[in-house]
């Protein structure tokens, strides 16, 4: 059974960093497209980042040059390091797994104040 789980959320200022994880079970995450996906409140849940097996990456436009996702495959994880946060960042943010089926994990609040 596979599974992810969320970690890293949290209260920052804006400028402030957060590193997000998602440790996942049952499967290599190595093996897998990974992607980070939020959703703001009222609004629909957006790709903000996504790894390919291969480790080639693609972003939001709004995330550019500001959030990194990498993957650490010893560990089975994948990390999104986000920098310069702003307070349109703050949502829910959730590891999401697609292989023969999509697996997402519960979520990581993170909330970036002014």
């Known amino acids: 059974q596979v599974q992810l789980v969320e970690s890293g959320g949290g209260l920052v200022q804006a400028g402030g960093s957060l590193r997000l994880s998602c440790a996942a079970s049952?499967?290599?995450?190595?093996?897998?497209?990974m992607a980070w996906y939020r959703q703001a409140p009222g609004k629909q849940r957006e790709l903000v980042a996504r790894?390919?097996?291969?480790?080639?990456?693609n972003y939001a436009n709004s995330v550019k040059g500001r959030f990194t996702i990498s993957r650490d495959n010893g560990k089975n994880s994948v990390h999104l390091q986000m920098n310069s946060l702003k307070p349109e960042d703050t949502a829910v943010y959730y590891c999401?797994?697609?292989?023969?089926?999509?697996?997402w994990g519960q979520g990581t609040q993170v909330t970036v104040s002014t």
């Open positions: 999401r797994m697609r292989s023969t089926a999509v697996y």
């Open positions: 790894i390919s097996s291969g480790g080639g990456t």
């Open positions: 049952g499967t290599a995450t190595s093996s897998h497209v």
